[in-house]
């Protein structure tokens, strides 16, 4: 069983950046998605392992920046230049290896964090 543990959320005003960290041992591909209320789960990045390739959806592209860290196993989500609309529960997901699956779905990992909230003012 894994455990993950995030944190680095916070409040920020438009413009500022975060930088969220996720706890986690072992190999594993590494996510993070998001959550604002009343909305579905979306994908916002992910690294893969041992390549560390990273993709991201659209609206992250250029903005938020995914890194890992294997001697401290942890898995940052930087993330610049933010907008109100990114306010959201944000949540840092592995999954096993094996799976085939695309990234973007949430369904695809295997362990979850608790969440941790990033509010935008405006």
Avoid: H
Avoid at 9 to 17: D, E, I, N, P
């Amino acid at each position: 069983q894994v455990q993950l543990v995030e944190s680095g959320g916070g409040l920020m005003q438009a413009g500022g950046s975060l930088r969220l960290s996720c706890a986690a041992s072992g190999r594993y591909i590494m996510g993070w998605f998001r959550q604002a209320p009343g909305k579905e789960r979306e994908f916002v990045a992910v690294i893969t392992w041992p390549s560390s390739s990273t993709y991201y959806a659209d609206f992250a592209k250029g903005r938020f920046t995914i890194s890992r860290d294997n001697a401290k196993n942890t898995v940052y989500l930087q993330m610049d230049s933010l907008k109100p609309e990114d306010t959201a529960n944000y949540y840092c997901a592995a999954r096993n290896l094996i799976r085939s699956e695309s990234y973007m779905r949430p369904t695809s990992y295997d362990y979850w964090g608790q969440g941790t909230q990033v509010t935008v003012s405006s």
